[in-house]
């Protein structure tokens, strides 16, 4: 029974990242073969620098991602705190679920509604051509939002209420109590809520297509050499992303481990 | 200041939440440097009260005053008074010693003098070495101590403390209550204590007010409170009280229990009906022929110090505390002292506390004070 279990255990994991191992692997091959290794080259990660187009698009994936996981931090923090002070549970529970539906929501029908918002609005201020940089990016503070909140919600909820009136009360203005006292103790949700954020920011495929113009991002790119051959430098590319995500989720994980283990020890 | 100056007055405080009244026309005055304790249960609005004087709540009607001052209107971090929350509200992002020197960084207080300050705080409530320690590995008595010594870092001139004993067990409670005496009598400063518990606010404090529904019931020394109950709401709240309908014949002279009783109550129009207070300890078991009443034991508690009886009198049930045993279906004699007698106007609350025909050993586990009273 126990060997079964562990069995499965390492199925589950050979079929998950399987797929990732033969890329990791490929992406040092020194030919462009995919089914024979001929020999560790780093060459693909070289040319990948060289790579124009690649490179742009990246750069257009990391600001997107890194801005978008910013303002929506910001905002989704507020509005957990927000929400929380609501008074009336309806309202409350309303407002959670309206905030939710960008997350519950099909990529592909969010993708397309925001498209056609931002070219409808476009044409309503006289723009030619109104998707681009703004877009993608108001486009991912959309989908990130929620789950900014999710993660925030829990840790505000974890803290003592009385927590900002304690600091008000030891003489911190409004403003001074959130710093000083609210924000530190919700830290760990902040971030790992801003880690959520980001790796979606980064990855985002289908909303992105619909609403970047010109502004192409990394996937997008990738999407469209795809349809002539692709070359093992988009393996070295997606082993580069893959390895970038596999680090922030380790760190978010560890995060929350950390900061649940400090509630069990209370 | 004089010892006895008015510090906080609270004057025709109204204050609803969604349209239900919390507080309804408050009017307080707390003298400078007394231990004063707001007591009632859950819901008769004794932390809102706490809540508007400490500035976290603004009244819709009436004026708040700080040393003579109107305060309304004035947000919290600009008053001179300090809380102690319910359940600490502690930094948990902060060690033992930052948590104490919050405010005073806040205030921008030079490094040495605070140093100092912190230190002796530390000390006054004997936490002297563990300024290192991380909030959440302190006992609840512990975060207790921080608090406390977070709070009146500050020198405050009014400490505000919302139910801080409630978190602790019994044992750690009683010694908490010693030590802010100790610590108020230290410090010379007024608090103002938030608490259901009636024990604790009869031990502590200098004075005691009974609130229920919003409304001030009385306001007087603990030995007033129990002793002279205004209404049937704070006889009954206040330890145990067998509470009768009666009628008050003349100054001096009243009816109960189908019999005339001399009593020290006087004031009362003739023939006025009136509620009377008669405390189990207050009396006397006799025999039958001695007896001013008589009626038959239904069930005796044996509690250590002393028996809990309880004394069937013409359909309405007396508790009664005595050394002298007795043992269920005897007949037994009452005597009551005429100062064991305490008579009271009619209220809104005449009638709602009955005898002690439902009475149980859990409501016996709520209010056990009269030990302390004897």
């Given at each position: 029974?126990?060997?079964?279990?562990?069995?499965?255990?390492?199925?589950?994991?050979?079929?998950?990242?399987?797929?990732?191992?033969?890329?990791?692997?490929?992406?040092?091959?020194?030919?462009?073969?995919?089914?024979?290794?001929?020999?560790?080259?780093?060459?693909?990660?070289?040319?990948?620098?060289?790579?124009?187009?690649?490179?742009?698009?990246?750069?257009?994936?990391?600001?997107?991602?890194?801005?978008?996981?910013?303002?929506?931090?910001?905002?989704?923090?507020?509005?957990?705190?927000?929400?929380?002070?609501?008074?009336?549970?309806?309202?409350?529970?309303?407002?959670?679920?309206?905030?939710?539906?960008?997350?519950?929501?099909?990529?592909?029908?969010?993708?397309?509604?925001?498209?056609?918002?931002?070219?409808?609005?476009?044409?309503?201020?006289?723009?030619?051509?109104?998707?681009?940089?703004?877009?993608?990016?108001?486009?991912?503070?959309?989908?990130?939002?929620?789950?900014?909140?999710?993660?925030?919600?829990?840790?505000l909820q974890q803290t003592d209420k009385h927590l900002p009136e304690a600091a008000l009360?030891?003489?911190?203005?409004?403003?001074?109590?959130?710093?000083?006292?609210?924000?530190?103790?919700?830290?760990?949700?902040?971030?790992?809520?801003?880690?959520?954020?980001?790796?979606?920011?980064?990855?985002?495929?289908?909303?992105?297509?619909?609403?970047?113009?010109?502004?192409?991002?990394?996937?997008?790119?990738?999407?469209?050499?795809?349809?002539?051959?692709?070359?093992?430098?988009?393996?070295?590319?997606?082993?580069?992303?893959?390895?970038?995500?596999?680090?922030?989720?380790?760190?978010?994980?560890?995060?929350?481990?950390?900061?649940?283990?400090?509630?069990?020890?209370? | 200041?004089?010892?006895?100056?008015?510090?906080?007055?609270?004057k025709n405080i109204s204050v609803a939440f969604d349209g239900e009244t919390v507080l309804?026309?408050?009017?307080?005055?707390?003298?400078?440097?007394?231990?004063?304790?707001?007591?009632?249960?859950?819901?008769?609005?004794?932390?809102?009260?706490?809540?508007?004087?400490?500035?976290?709540?603004?009244?819709?009607?009436?004026?708040?005053?700080?040393?003579?001052?109107?305060?309304?209107?004035?947000?919290?971090?600009?008053?001179?008074?300090?809380?102690?929350?319910?359940?600490?509200?502690?930094?948990?992002?902060?060690?033992?010693?930052?948590?104490?020197?919050?405010?005073?960084?806040?205030?921008?207080?030079?490094?040495?003098?605070?140093?100092?300050?912190?230190?002796?705080?530390?000390?006054?409530?004997?936490?002297?070495?563990?300024?290192?320690?991380?909030?959440?590995?302190?006992?609840?008595?512990?975060?207790?101590?921080?608090?406390?010594?977070?709070?009146?870092?500050?020198?405050?001139?009014?400490?505000?403390?919302?139910?801080?004993?409630?978190?602790?067990?019994?044992?750690?409670?009683?010694?908490?209550?010693?030590?802010?005496?100790?610590?108020?009598?230290?410090?010379?400063?007024?608090?103002?204590?938030?608490?259901?518990?009636?024990?604790?606010?009869?031990?502590?404090?200098?004075?005691?007010?009974?609130?229920?529904?919003?409304?001030?019931?009385?306001?007087?020394?603990?030995?007033?409170?129990?002793?002279?109950?205004?209404?049937?709401?704070?006889?009954?709240f206040i330890g145990e009280s067998n509470i009768l309908d009666g009628v008050m014949i003349?100054?001096?002279?009243?009816?109960?229990?189908?019999?005339?009783?001399?009593?020290?109550?006087?004031?009362?129009?003739?023939?006025?009906?009136?509620?009377?207070?008669?405390?189990?300890?207050?009396?006397?078991?006799?025999?039958?022929?001695?007896?001013?009443?008589?009626?038959?034991?239904?069930?005796?508690?044996?509690?250590?110090?002393?028996?809990?009886?309880?004394?069937?009198?013409?359909?309405?049930?007396?508790?009664?505390?005595?050394?002298?045993?007795?043992?269920?279906?005897?007949?037994?004699?009452?005597?009551?002292?005429?100062?064991?007698?305490?008579?009271?106007?009619?209220?809104?609350?005449?009638?709602?506390?009955?005898?002690?025909?439902?009475?149980?050993?859990?409501?016996?586990?709520?209010?056990?004070?009269?030990?302390?009273?004897?």
């Open positions: 029974m126990k060997f079964l279990s562990k069995l499965y255990i390492a199925l589950i994991l050979v079929f998950l990242y399987a797929p990732i191992l033969v890329m990791f692997i490929f992406s040092f091959n020194s030919a462009e073969s995919v089914w024979v290794f001929e020999g560790f080259s780093l060459d693909w990660y070289k040319e990948l620098i060289y790579n124009s187009t690649m490179l742009t698009a990246l750069r257009h994936t990391l600001l997107i991602a890194i801005l978008s996981a910013i303002i929506s931090t910001v905002l989704g923090t507020a509005a957990a705190i927000g929400i929380l002070q609501l008074r009336k549970k309806i309202t409350k529970s309303l407002v959670m679920s309206v905030t939710n539906i960008p997350m519950m929501n099909a990529d592909i029908v969010t993708g397309i509604s925001l498209m056609l918002l931002f070219v409808f609005f476009g044409k309503l201020i006289g723009l030619n051509e109104s998707l681009g940089f703004f877009t993608v990016l108001i486009a991912h503070i959309t989908f990130n939002l929620p789950y900014v909140i999710l993660s925030v919600m829990p840790k009360d030891l003489g911190c203005t409004p403003l001074q109590a959130f710093f000083k006292a609210v924000l530190p103790s919700i830290m760990p949700g902040v971030f790992s809520g801003f880690i959520m954020a980001f790796t979606l920011s980064l990855d985002d495929f289908v909303i992105s297509y619909f609403t970047c113009g010109h502004y192409q991002t990394l996937p997008i790119v990738i999407y469209n050499m795809t349809k002539k051959t692709v070359t093992p430098d988009a393996y070295a590319l997606s082993t580069i992303i893959f390895v970038t995500v596999f680090v922030l989720l380790i760190l978010y994980n560890t995060m929350q481990n950390n900061s649940e283990r400090k509630v069990a020890r209370r | 200041m004089r010892q006895n100056e008015n510090i906080v007055s609270l309804d026309d408050i009017n307080l005055d707390i003298r400078n440097k007394e231990f004063i304790t707001l007591l009632g249960p859950s819901g008769c609005g004794k932390t809102t009260t706490l809540r508007i004087i400490a500035g976290f709540v603004e009244p819709d009607k009436g004026d708040v005053l700080f040393d003579d001052n109107k305060i309304n209107g004035v947000p919290a971090h600009k008053r001179q008074v300090n809380t102690i929350f319910q359940r600490y509200a502690l930094f948990p992002h902060l060690n033992v010693y930052e948590n104490v020197a919050f405010g005073l960084r806040v205030k921008k207080t030079p490094e040495k003098e605070l140093d100092l300050k912190v230190r002796e705080m530390l000390k006054l409530v004997n936490l002297t070495g563990l300024e290192k320690r991380k909030i959440d590995t302190l006992s609840g008595g512990q975060q207790q101590r921080v608090a406390i010594a977070r709070a009146i870092a500050n020198n405050p001139k009014v400490l505000l403390l919302d139910e801080p004993l409630a978190a602790l067990d019994l044992k750690l409670r009683k010694d908490m209550q010693t030590e802010l005496k100790k610590i108020q009598q230290q410090l010379g400063i007024t608090f103002i204590f938030v608490t259901h518990d009636q024990e604790e606010a009869l031990s502590m404090s200098d004075r005691v007010v009974v609130m229920d529904n919003g409304k001030i019931q009385q306001v007087g020394t603990p030995k007033d409170i129990y002793n002279e109950p205004k209404n049937a709401f704070v006889a009954d003349d100054d001096r002279l009243a009816e109960f229990s189908g019999k005339k009783f001399e009593c020290l109550d006087s004031g009362f129009e003739k023939n006025e009906p009136v509620d009377v207070v008669v405390r189990p300890e207050d009396v006397d078991i006799v025999p039958l022929s001695k007896g001013m009443l008589e009626g038959v034991v239904t069930s005796i508690t044996f509690l250590g110090v002393h028996y809990e009886i309880i004394v069937d009198i013409g359909g309405f049930k007396w508790m009664i505390q005595t050394t002298d045993e007795q043992f269920v279906g005897d007949k037994v004699g009452l005597y009551i002292e005429p100062d064991a007698i305490h008579i009271m106007k009619k209220s809104e609350y005449s009638g709602k506390y009955g005898d002690y025909s439902s009475y149980s050993e859990e409501i016996d586990h709520l209010s056990d004070v009269e030990e302390d009273e004897n």
